[in-house]
């Protein structure tokens, strides 16, 4: 079991251009979520999917989307980057919202 | 608002003393869980506590969560260098939906 795979690893973007976060889960879990990681500020829920086909947004949406693709896909999508979305990039997965969450290794992105 | 807090923020120990961490919710959890982030890597899930009053132990790792269910504690006895990370607690203060995390402490050791 791979667990959860994030894609890319690293990124450097330039103000205005976009990407596409990938991120994956082999443990047949129903939900999944994206974090961004900035010092000192812990862990702030972007968007999450409670389950395949839902998708809501956490406590940091604005200027990101999401796609839950199928139960093994969720992706996070940056339209227009700014240097303010310069973070690290942690998607998550878990049976449900209350239980254990299961990490990436996370996307180190920098924007200038 | 609605948030889960952490202190300390940093903690710096000399190797073998003891380290605690305390986490406080604004409101009653359901359960909390708590996670540690060695540096430059991801979280990883160490344990749940669902019970008022519940306490859990692992190695030197000691749990706690409150009798009102609104805090928890862990102490790590006799730190050793691989103990260095930022430990984070977490809870469904939202719904069962989702978890919010604790601001984290983070402990370094000094040999």
């Known amino acids: 079991n791979a667990g959860v795979t994030q894609t890319p690893k690293f990124q450097v973007l330039k103000t205005g251009q976009s990407m596409t976060l990938q991120c994956a889960q082999d443990?047949?879990?129903?939900?999944m979520y994206w974090y961004r990681q900035d010092p000192g500020m812990g862990l702030r829920l972007i968007y999450y999917?409670?389950?395949?086909?839902?998708?809501d947004k956490g406590e940091v949406p604005n200027g990101y989307n999401v796609s839950r693709l199928n139960k093994r896909e969720f992706s996070l999508r940056l339209e227009s980057a700014a240097p303010s979305q310069t973070s690290v990039y942690f998607c998550a997965s878990g049976l449900a919202g209350d239980y254990e969450q299961y990490f990436g290794p996370g996307t180190r992105l920098t924007v200038t | 608002g609605q948030q889960v807090m952490q202190i300390p923020q940093y903690q710096h120990v000399q190797e073998g003393e003891d380290f605690t961490t305390y986490c406080n919710s604004s409101?009653?959890?359901?359960?909390i869980q708590w996670y540690k982030q060695r540096p430059g890597g991801h979280p990883v899930f160490l344990i749940q506590l669902v019970k008022s009053g519940e306490v859990k132990k692992q190695k030197r790792l000691t749990f706690q969560f409150g009798e009102a269910k609104k805090n928890s504690s862990l102490h790590i006895t006799a730190t050793q260098t691989t103990d260095v990370g930022t430990y984070f607690c977490a809870g469904p203060l939202f719904g069962n939906e989702k978890l919010t995390f604790g601001t984290g402490t983070r402990l370094t050791i000094i040999p």
């Open positions: 443990m047949n879990h129903n939900s």
């Open positions: 409101t009653t959890l359901s359960n």
């Open positions: 999917s409670a389950s395949e086909g839902t998708t």
